[in-house]
T-cell receptor, first 112, second 115 residues
Framework: TQLLEQSPQFLSIQEGENLTVYCNSS?????LQWYRQEPGEGPVLLVT?????EVKKLKRLTFQFGDARKDSSLHITAAQPGDTGLYLC????????????FGSGTRLLVRP | EPEVTQTPSHQVTQMGQEVILRCVPI?????FYWYRQILGQKVEFLVS????????KSEIFDDQFSVERPDGSNFTLKIRSTKLEDSAMYFC?????????????FGPGTRLTVT
């Protein structure tokens, strides 16, 4: 059974600070997607990483896929209150259905 | 920008009743999925659908569940006889091949409450 462990589960920081969220597994994924989810809404896709070692940037967010395609990280630089939310990582298996295995999420609170 | 839509946004039903949750995937997408999220828990895969048939289903997706693509636009999830533990947010997703693999886009969800 493929599992994705996300850490930390909860993070409360001051505006302007940097933070990193981790997503780890013992399984290899064909791709890994990061989502942001607001209460009562569906996950919104932020980025997809596919190649081992790949780094993608989305404004102040930097996403990295591990060399072995088993882990990923999300780094936010100079966090702002608008970054507050639930961040989810989700790995796509190497089978044909491309179903996503979700982590439990990191709830981020950025205090003004 | 194209998006996945779902109806209804909230469904309340009594235990033992049948419910149908509806989704309109993004029009050029080929893979369709249902996921659920019980309050406070992870998003869990239920079923994937491709080329008018189920390509994979989870252990949760037992004989009480079925999916259908009745026409060229809708994708439905039917629960034949709802149980209290079926109460959850149900998300539809669709995907197509991009340069970054099959990226899945999610709808806003249907909150199902079984009483």
């Amino acid at each position: 059974t493929q599992l994705l462990e996300q850490s930390p589960q909860f993070l409360s920081i001051q505006e302007g600070e940097n933070l990193t969220v981790y997503c780890n597994s013992s399984s290899v994924f064909s791709s890994l997607q990061w989502y942001r989810q607001e209460p009562g809404e569906g996950p919104v896709l932020l980025v997809t990483v596919v190649t081992g070692g790949e780094v993608k940037k989305l404004k102040r967010l930097t996403f990295q896929f591990g060399d072995a395609r088993k882990d990923s990280s999300l780094h936010i630089t100079a966090a702002q209150p608008g970054d507050t939310g639930l961040y989810l990582c989700a790995g796509a298996g190497e089978d044909s259905s491309y179903k996503l295995i979700f982590g439990s999420g990191t709830r981020l609170l950025v205090r003004p | 920008e194209p998006e996945v839509t779902q109806t209804p946004s909230h469904q309340v039903t009594q235990m033992g009743q049948e419910v149908i949750l509806r989704c309109v995937p993004i029009s050029n997408h080929l893979y369709f999925y249902w996921y659920r999220q019980i309050l406070g828990q992870k998003v869990e895969f239920l079923v994937s659908f491709y080329n008018n048939e189920i390509s994979e289903k989870s252990e949760i997706f037992d004989d009480q569940f079925s999916v259908e693509r009745p026409d060229g636009s809708n994708f439905t999830l039917k629960i034949r006889s709802t149980k209290l533990e079926d109460s959850a947010m149900y998300f539809c997703a669709s995907s197509a091949w991009t340069g970054d693999g099959y990226e899945q886009y999610f709808g806003p969800g249907t909150r199902l409450t079984v009483t």
